[in-house]
Nanobody, 124 residues
Framework: QVHVVESGGGFVQPGGSLRLSCVVTGTTSRMYAVGWFRQAPGLEREFVAAISYGGARLTDAASPKGRFSISRDNAKNTVFLQLISLRPEDTATYYC?????????????????WGQGTQVTVSS
């Protein structure tokens, strides 16, 4: 049974930083890609970043370039999303998802396992 658990969200002032973590368990040594998505109230879920098992990164063209970065530690089954210079418009629930693919993807339907989300609130 695959489980995906996010952590690291919280309340931060504009300009602050957070590091979100995503732990994926139950993969039984299969390679998997991980994607981060976010959804703000009343808005569609949007892709933020993804990373393949081998470390190939994918970010959306509209993503906050230079402010969000994705990395992973396969030994710890953990993927990180570093958020810096946060803005109020970054406020959302951030979701992590896992897919048994050998490539990173921005397509939500390619992800089979999703976490419950972690809330990021940016406000003064």
């Amino acid at each position: 049974q695959v489980h995906v658990v996010e952590s690291g969200g919280g309340f931060v002032q504009p300009g602050g930083s957070l590091r979100l973590s995503c732990v994926v368990t139950g993969t039984t040594s299969r390679m998997y890609a991980v994607g981060w998505f976010r959804q703000a109230p009343g808005l569609e879920r949007e892709f933020v970043a993804a990373i393949s098992y081998g470390g190939a990164r994918l970010t959306d063209a509209a993503s906050p370039k230079g402010r969000f970065s994705i990395s992973r530690d396969n030994a710890k089954n953990t993927v990180f999303l570093q958020l810096i210079s946060l803005r109020p418009e970054d406020t959302a629930t951030y979701y992590c998802a896992a897919a048994f693919t050998d490539y990173s993807t921005y397509v939500p339907r390619e992800y089979d396992y999703w976490g419950q989300g972690t809330q990021v609130t940016v406000s003064s």
